[in-house]
T-cell receptor
Framework: GAVVSQHPSWVICKSGTSVKIECRSL??????MFWYRQFPKQSLMLMAT?????????EQGVEKDKFLINHASLTLSTLTVTSAHPEDSSFYIC????????????FGPGTRLTVL | AQSVTQLGSHVSVSEGALVLLRCNYS??????LFWYVQYPNQGLQLLLK??????LVKGINGFEAEFKKSETSFHLTKPSAHMSDAAEYFC????????????FGKGITLSVRP
């Protein structure tokens, strides 16, 4: 149990286009989902926290107009990178916590974004 | 504020040797502590966690870690390394409570020599 999926697993896009990444909890309902960014050989940096039905809370320094997060249901959150540029190329990972007793985060497999 | 320190970026051991990956944390409240493993181009897999109770926690793949409050440490060990243990390891801390944010250390790459 507690499986989180991400789609797509990798995406290549042209500079200036927008890219949407989906994060789904497959076998549980997620009160909260988190979005992380990971540069090569570096740690995970939290970008934002989203709760179903409410606006995401962004970490300091993360542009909320560039990284749009929508948590439309208890099993789906999306991250849209708007007007992507090469510096947005990164590994994006989501995680989710269950409804009950939720301190443990379950991580998705990640999405590799390359902006040309 | 909470933080995690993982000294060094790379540890290399021989197959069959002891694995020791160090983690020190800082937290203003009782922490929850986690070790995650990441294989190339994959997400994170939980190895083990400490929340309350027994300070020596056992995880998957033969790993264990001991919470030492006096030393603010949560070092990860495995008695005998296997080639399949080669990966990136992250220590993380969160404040006790639901839906708390995780703060990660910078990670350590473990290499296992035949």
């Amino acid at each position: 149990g507690a499986v989180v999926s991400q789609h797509p697993s990798w995406v290549i896009c042209k500079s200036g286009t927008s890219v949407k990444i989906e994060c789904r909890s497959l076998d549980f309902q997620a009160t909260t989902m988190f979005w992380y960014r990971q540069f090569p050989k570096q740690s995970l940096m939290l970008m934002a926290t989203s709760n179903e039905g409410s606006k995401a809370t962004y970490e300091q320094g993360v542009e909320k107009d560039k990284f749009l997060i929508n948590h439309a249901s208890l099993t789906l959150s999306t991250l849209t990178v708007t007007s992507a540029h090469p510096e947005d190329s990164s590994f994006y990972i989501c995680s989710a916590t269950r409804l009950a007793g939720a301190y443990e985060q379950f991580f998705g497999p990640g999405t590799r974004l390359t902006v040309l | 504020a909470q933080s995690v320190t993982q000294l060094g970026s790379h540890v290399s051991v021989s197959e069959g040797a002891l694995v020791l990956l160090r983690c020190n944390y800082s937290s203003s409240v009782p922490p929850y502590l986690f070790w995650y493993v990441q294989y190339p181009n994959q997400g994170l897999q939980l190895l083990l966690k400490y929340t309350t109770g027994a300070t020596l926690v056992k995880g998957i793949n033969g790993f264990e870690a001991e919470f030492k409050k006096s030393e603010t440490s949560f070092h990860l060990t495995k008695p005998s390394a296997h080639m399949s243990d080669a990966a990136e390891y992250f220590c993380a801390v969160s404040e006790s409570g639901a839906n708390s944010k995780l703060t990660f250390g910078k990670g350590i790459t473990l290499s296992v020599r035949p």
